[in-house]
Every structure is written in structure tokens, then in C-alpha cells.
């Protein structure tokens, strides 16, 4: 039997689907892929179910006829404002002075154990790291001697209206949805180097509708946060600014578009479709840097806040990664290292090895990294995510039996 994988990365902007099969030895091979214009979501939210559903359904007969297989079961990314991430902290006694998996088990149990809304949850539970009586910073404690462990962890949470409507979709196409994965952490895991994660870095996943940031240190999530800004509206300020359709501002901004004018020559022009039929004019390319710029200004002043927000601002030694469609913007490694004050470098699919050439571009990480995220938890169970109404209640029956045994 073929051990399939799929991703199903569901943005504002496109549908992305993703097919690899697993082969002997951990190796991955990309089958085929399909990608369609999405317009039922806003700000990574879902607000038209008939649009949605006809954007997954066509990203997914075209990744079929692509890859010559049927598909079945997709892991699908989450993304919006509505995602929350917190830091937790849990401690216990140690049963018979030397920590076992159970141990291990309780203090991230006794760590998840915060008030969370019953409309939210829980998407993923990330140990960021244990202490063992006062040795801290242990990221594998079990078989080391002691009385008292603790564990610091992050949770990141998810509207449970959202998870609904986004599993609705899916089986309205014909997909059934194994499991739900936060946006940006399947993009860290196709994007960054492990060597990355430990000396500290943030993936930021500019995207059409939302920009996705999660903080790594010391190999852990440290912080993760959404922002409601994304390349659409750059595209909205285009089309006010110049008064042209949002179809041209949005051809105009992929290929004249600039994050900053420092980069523009005086002498270029751009050509501007008019409104209504209204003839085409000629402007200075710097126009077009002057409406975009401030924007890229603001969604990096944001990131920033956020990055102070995480405690380890001045630990991300690693710098900044861009992924995202937005990324590709020319002039936008400058502006952000202007602004950061970090080294920036524009993220790939890099740790995907079987990806095709026309999929390594920063929007496509996503899918590539919820394809590895697949075949990272085929055939393990997942106790940190514990999504899904069956995987709730099998960890609920073996919490139950070993507290009582």
C-alpha cells in the first residue's frame, strides 16, 4: 500500500495542494501539485463556503490528474487573526526519583492546564523546555535523577468555528482532513536550517491576507502571532492611490512594485491602465514606491512589537526569514533589515528535497512543509497536537487509565 501525503495550504489568496508519497528510508517523492485562485477567504478566514470549496476542489483535481493518484486525506494549514499563542508552565513530583515518559506526560499536562475559552482549541502543544530539581534548560530529561520536574511550553490556540468551517470545505471537495497545522510552523519546517532554530530566529509568512510570525530560541517556539495585514492590501493602496481596477494594481505591484524607493531609479516609468475605459497614463515608478512603501513600513513596525513581545528580540542571532508570496516583492530584504535592524534572507522549501523547480518559491512552503509534517507524524501518534474529536478522547481514556493504575 502507497503511503500518500498531501497538503492542503487553503490562503487568502490561493489554494495550494501538494501531493508526495513516502518511501523507504524517511525519503519523500512530490507526485504532483495544483494550485487555484481562492476568493472565499478574508484575512485567512473563511466567508464564502461555496468559493472555498470550489477552490479546493479544483487545486485538488488538478494535483490528481498531476500525480495520477486519488486523494483522500489532506493536512491542512491554519492561518488568521483568530490564532492565539501563549506560554505556559507546569511542575511535578517525580515518581521514584528518576523521570520516566509519564512524567514527562504529567508536567505538560499540569503546563496545558490553563483557562482557555470553550470557543477555542487547542491546535498544538510545543515544550520549549524542562527543569529537573534547579538543573533548567533540559530539553530531554527522561532517565535524569530527581524530585521535582517542571516544564515551560507553548499553546497555540485556534477559534473552533474556523476549524469547522475549514473541515466543512474540505469534505464538501471531497478530501477528508486528518489534522489542522498552524501556517508558520509548517513553513519552518520546509524554510529553516536546525542551526537556525537554535541560535535563534523568526519566520515571518507575509501572505495575501494575513502575516504569520512564529520566534524560535534554543531549538523552540518561543512566540507565535498573526497579523490582519497581508499583500492584499498593498494592493487596495495601489488601486486607491492610482484609481486602476484591483486586477491591474495587483499586476502592478507584482512586477513594478518596490518596498522601498532606495532602489528606484528617477528615470523609470511605469505604465497605468485607466477606469471605466479612461485612456492608460505614464508615472514615475517612484509613485508606486511611495503608496507601497509606507504600508511595508507599517506591517514591519508590527512585527517588530511582536518580536519585542517574544523576550528573545535581542537574542535572534539567526536574524529574519521571509517566506510568503509578499516576500518576493523587490526591495523588501532591505527595508525589513532597515527596519529590524537583523540580517533578513528570503525563505525556500529547502529542506523538501524531491521539490519540483517551479514549486521553490517562498509561497509554496507552506504545503511543502505540511507535506513534511505528514510524514513526520505518519504512523506516530502526535501527543502534542491532540487534534481532532478521536484523538481527544484517546488521550482522555490514557490519561484516565494511567492516573488509575
Known amino acids: ?141 527522561i532517565g535524569m535523577a530527581g524530585v521535582r520536574l517542571e516544564a515551560r511550553i507553548h499553546i497555540v490556540t485556534a477559534a473552533q468555528s474556523y476549524g469547522q468551517n475549514l473541515n466543512k470545505c474540505c469534505e464538501r471537495a471531497g478530501v477528508t482532513p486528518a489534522d489542522m497545522v498552524f501556517e508558520p510552523l509548517a513553513s519552518a519546517d520546509a524554510a529553516l536550517f536546525p542551526e537556525e532554530r537554535e541560535l535563534g530566529v523568526a519566520l515571518i509568512d507575509i501572505g495575501g491576507g494575513t502575516t504569520d510570525i512564529v520566534v524560535f530560541h534554543g531549538g523552540a517556539v518561543m512566540h507565535t502571532a498573526v497579523l490582519p495585514l497581508g499583500g492584499n492590501h498593498l494592493t487596495s493602496d495601489v488601486a486607491a492611490g492610482l484609481r486602476t481596477p484591483i486586477s491591474d494594481a495587483e499586476r502592478l505591484k507584482v512586477n513594478y ?48 512589537r511582536e518580536l519585542m513581545r517574544s523576550g528573545v528580540a535581542d537574542s535572534l542571532a539567526s536574524g529574519v526569514v521571509l517566506v510568503g508570496g509578499t516576500s518576493l516583492l523587490e526591495g523588501t530584504q532591505e527595508l525589513a533589515e532597515r527596519i529590524f535592524g537583523l540580517p533578513v534572507r528570503r525563505g525556500l522549501p529547502i529542506n523538501l528535497k524531491a521539490m519540483p523547480e517551479e514549486l521553490m518559491k517562498p509561497m509554496f512552503t507552506t504545503a511543502a512543509g505540511l507535506v513534511l509534517h505528514q510524514n513526520g507524524a505518519r504512523g506516530v501518534t502526535n501527543g502534542m497536537a491532540r487534534n481532532g474529536r478521536l484523538g481527544r478522547l484517546r488521550n482522555r481514556l490514557s490519561d484516565w487509565v494511567r492516573d488509575f493504575f
Not at 470549496?53 to 493518484?69: M, Q
Not at 477606469?275 to 497614463?281: A, D, K, L, T
Request: glycine letters at 12%.
Open 1 to 141: 500500500m502507497r503511503n500518500l501525503l498531501t497538503g492542503l495550504d487553503v490562503g487568502t489568496s490561493k489554494v495550494c495542494a501538494l501531493v508526495g508519497e513516502s518511501l523507504a528510508e524517511g525519503e519523500l517523492a512530490i507526485l504532483g501539485h495544483g494550485v487555484t485562485p481562492c476568493s472565499g477567504l478574508r484575512k485567512g478566514v473563511v466567508v464564502n463556503i461555496e468559493a472555498t470549496v470550489e477552490a479546493i476542489r479544483a487545486a485538488v483535481d488538478e494535483a490528481e490528474k498531476t500525480s495520477g493518484v486519488r486523494i483522500g486525506s489532506v493536512v491542512t494549514g491554519v492561518a488568521g487573526p483568530h490564532i492565539r499563542g501563549l506560554n505556559s508552565h507546569g511542575i511535578v513530583a517525580v515518581r521514584g526519583g528518576e523521570v520516566g515518559s509519564r512524567d514527562v506526560d504529567r508536567v505538560i499536562d499540569a503546563a496545558r492546564a490553563v483557562a482557555i475559552p470553550l470557543d477555542r482549541q487547542v491546535l498544538h502543544i510545543l515544550p520549549q523546555q524542562f527543569a529537573v530539581d534547579d538543573q533548567e534548560g533540559v530539553r530531554e530529561p
Open 257 to 304: 512594485g518596490v518596498a522601498t524607493n532606495l532602489i528606484v531609479r528617477r528615470d523609470e516609468m511605469v505604465q497605468v491602465p485607466g477606469v471605466g475605459g479612461r485612456e492608460p497614463r505614464v508615472i514615475a515608478r517612484r509613485i508606486l514606491g511611495e503608496i507601497i512603501e509606507p504600508r511595508m513600513e507599517e506591517i514591519f513596525s508590527m512585527i517588530q
